[in-house]
């Protein structure tokens, strides 16, 4: 079943089109990568599909719903959650504080929403860091009270942009079990990621963007060895 | 084919912790000793009668208590959504107003008619917020707001103008009469207006502090593209948060109406006043707003010792420049 089809999306700014034609089915369950060379427009996709901007043409339908130009804060409450890449904490509130927010969109009264939040926060592993503020937790645990955020909202689609990034090595391979497990526990996961490894080791389904458009998409193994996505890498001369 | 991009770690050490109960003891420390350091003096080398300094001190407080409440509304909508509204003492005319006229034409004592105008000034803020600000807030405008608060403060004071005319009306009180403290004099209305203030300043923070609605209004100031992603509405939040700083002057209005000689341009006074409170107390700082009232009160009436008139006006501008030019963020503000 298709949770979300998007239907030549297309976003310009004055002049400069960020992304160009994009047409998607993202099957129920199904983990998808996405990846393409800065400027790609990626960043831009998950803005357009979770509501922060506007698309200048194009149709995104999630879970049969329409729900091409409305507001951020009405798409992530019908369950089509994202994350960003350059981590957004409330600074000044504390971590647990961070996370009630999101899970009043899912719980009315305030103990309700506190208990939820420690499960989630509990989830992430950051129960060390509950009463903390935001502003002092290190890179890696902010990519996670991201993650909390988006999950306290009980996201059935869920848009990650490179929550890998900034993290050493030795921090990664928790975050990637992390995001295993929530995809078998059944949320839909469409990923940006640079790191190629991870990348190939979580997706079922890899999308390909350059300048905007989509290049390919398919198979992780077969669109890392087609021609076209290398040359949109590495220049004509390798391709 | 490798894409794999290696990530150099952007870890800061780990052990960065900040020192913020330190941070927040020296603060109010400093502020109170200031403070009592600068009364000392006045007792003992300002060559001023001892009775009458306790006495502008005792009045500095009670006035200070106003500009408090004046100025928590204003901190409160520039803290959430970044507006300078240049309505905010208007308001607090229109809110006397509102108690005038339930007095005059239907008899309801000051109080209680206080209590009835914080709904209708709440209701007001909302309609304010909703219709004229929010498409200009959200899309993060700052002049438009600005311009449309001034606006609107014109067309409150000279509609009230145009209803009530010009010449100064009084609102009757209820509670006449006063006590002394330390030889000074505390009428029991100044004292209303200052315990009024006071608990309208804690029941703000305590609600920030513990209420859900508090806690969305915190994320929404804090950073409100955030808040939107994580299923707040935004614009709502907007409207209650002005709704809220218009409910702050309808209890201010009401509680100085009995001691006030009331006119359409009364709120004026209050509005500078205000501006330098907040500034002062740190842009949307409630905590701030209120020491900083306190703190003006108290130079205002101590400085009308030595600079009668409107000369105590200038030691307020004095004090002011002074706190900005050691703490540009001021008293509570956080540093940007």
Known sequence: ????????LVKSFSGLTAVNDINLEVREHEFLGIVGPNGA??????????G?????????VFEGRDITGWSANKVAATGLVRTFQLMRPFESMSVLDNVAIASHARHRSRRAARRHALGVIERVQLERYVNSLSGSLPTAGLKRLELARALALEPRLLLLDEVLAGLVP???????????????????????????TAVLALSERLLVMHEGAQLALGEPRAVVDDPVVIEAYLGEDYA | MTLSTSQASADPPAAETRAFSLADARLPIAVTGAVVLAIVLVYTVGGRDPGLVTQSIVTGLLLGGVYALVSVGLTLIFGVLGIVNFAQGSMLTLAMFLVYVMGHSFGIPVYVATVVAIPIMFGFGWLVQLLLLNKL??????????LITLGLSLLIV?????????????????VDGSFTVLGALVSYERLIAFGGALLVALLLTLALRKTSLGLAIRAVSSNSQGAA????NVGRIYALTFAIGSACVAVAGGLVAPFISLTP??????????????????????????VGGLVIGLVQTVGALYLPGTGSLILVFAVFVLVLFFRPQGMFGAKQ
């Open chain 1, 1 to 8: 079943m298709t949770i979300l089809e998007v239907k030549g």
């Open chain 1, 41 to 50: 427009g990626k960043t831009t996709l998950f803005s357009l599909l979770s």
């Open chain 1, 52 to 60: 922060q901007l506007p698309p200048s043409a194009g149709k995104v």
């Open chain 1, 170 to 196: 030795a921090e990664r391979a928790p975050m990637i079990e992390l995001l295993r497990e929530l995809h078998t526990d059944g949320v839909t996961v469409m990923l940006i990621e640079h790191i190629m």
């Open chain 2, 137 to 146: 807030t959200i899309s993060g405008n700052e002049n438009g707001p600005l």
């Open chain 2, 158 to 174: 000279n509609v009230l103008l145009m209803v009530f005319g010009g010449r100064p009306l009084s609102v009757p009180g209820t």
């Open chain 2, 229 to 232: 992603l994580v299923g707040v």
């Open chain 2, 265 to 290: 341009s009364v709120g004026e006074q209050f509005t500078i006043l205000a501006f330098v409170i907040v500034v002062l107390g740190g842009l949307g700082s409630v905590v701030g707003a209120t």
